[in-house]
């Protein structure tokens, strides 16, 4: 008997977290998963144990404590460029993962349509369908990662409530232009549909770029839904701490998902990122500019190993082409390297819908540079083993 409801159907464990377990189990280094295991900051990590010592124990409004969206609508208008009313329209969320969850319930129906561009993040395409939304795809063609923009504007129909833009992307780490995102927000308003625009990775850009907020853009402000979190800015993809900022309307309603699924976001941790945000600017450019280093690093490792990187515009992602090493698909490649080199990646079927993907492996390079390193002498061996057969 099927004691699951029906919503779970197909669902199985993610290959992100399949391909962490498998890691775990033989001791390999971890380039799968986006953990992003670097040491937490201390003014984050003292701003959190203060505000425990503090008493600061209990729930907070479901919306998040006063001086962190506060601080969220100061950073958003500093860095992204628009406005957003911290009393109205920023929700405090349990990651940017509950902030997307949160966000695609308060606003669209069982039976609505949802743009995807591909390849996308999992766990968008998983959380929509847990919803009962259908699912619609374009492609965006590497190694550049254009838009078809004929394609797009196909794809856009009357049950079309919304369209997803990961920007830094994962996995493929394309940072989306303003005229990209002009016309993506042009063909919302025709359609009346929404963008919810992932930007966890918003001060993660390489080579110069600029990080793009849809909402910054005048034309777009009241059909986005900004998404992101301090998982990734702060590396403390543990502790659950995102944000959307919404008008007030879809915000108001984010805030009441947000409560009946869990209360609020961790309380002392809210506290903690709130310090964190008083952190210097040279902060940021400081981590993109490591990331960056990282980046190039193991770039270098894979086209030693054989594969053909992607080098991505942000985000700390790599796609690699892996055809040159003539295994079977991405799984299988992804376990050798794994047995073999002890090296975890991501097949990349995993931010495919229907049979892409299968000859990409995404690799994660969010870690300090001992371990990167280890992992880019490890990949770089592999190519003997593989080229032995
Ligand atoms: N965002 C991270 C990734 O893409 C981690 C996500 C997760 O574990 N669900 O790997």
Known sequence: MNRLADRLEGFVQSDIRRMSRECERVGGINLGQGICDLPTLPLVANGAIDSIRAGHAVYSKFEGIES???????????????????????????????????????????????????????????????????????????????????????????????????????????????????KIGALCRTHGALAYTDEIYEYIVYDGRHHVSMASIESCHDLAITISGFSKTFSITGWRIGYVT????????????????????????????????????????????????????LAEALRASGMQPCVPEGAYYMLADVTGLGFGGAREAADALLAEAKVASVPGTAFYASGGGDQLLRFCFAKDFEPLEQACRQIRQFRAASVRT
């Not at 390849?119 to 838009?147: K, Q």
């Not at 504007?153 to 990961?166: E, H, L, S, Y």
């Not at 964190?276 to 490591?290: F, I, K």
């Open 246 to 297: 919404a008008p007030a309307d879809i915000a108001k309603g984010i805030g009441l998902v947000n409560d009946l699924l869990y209360v609020c976001a961790p309380t002392p941790l809210q506290y903690g990122v709130a310090r964190g945000l008083e952190v210097e600017e040279s902060y940021y450019a400081e981590m993109a500019s490591d990331y960056q280093a990282k980046r190039d690093m």
């Open 68 to 182: 962190l969206r506060e601080k969220i609508a100061a950073k958003c208008e500093r860095f992204n460029g628009y406005r957003a009313d911290p009393a109205s329209e920023v929700v405090v969320t349990v990651g940017s993962t509950g902030g997307f969850a949160a966000a695609a319930m308060a606003t669209l129906n069982p039976g609505d349509e949802v743009i995807l561009f591909e390849p996308f993040y999992g766990y968008h395409l998983g959380t929509l369908r847990l919803l009962g939304v259908s699912t619609r795809f374009v492609p965006l063609r590497g190694p550049s990662w254009e838009i078809d923009f004929d394609e797009l504007a196909a794809a856009f129909g009357p049950r079309t409530k919304g369209i997803v833009v990961c920007t830094p992307s994962n996995p493929c780490g394309k940072v989306f232009r303003r005229e990209e995102l002009e």
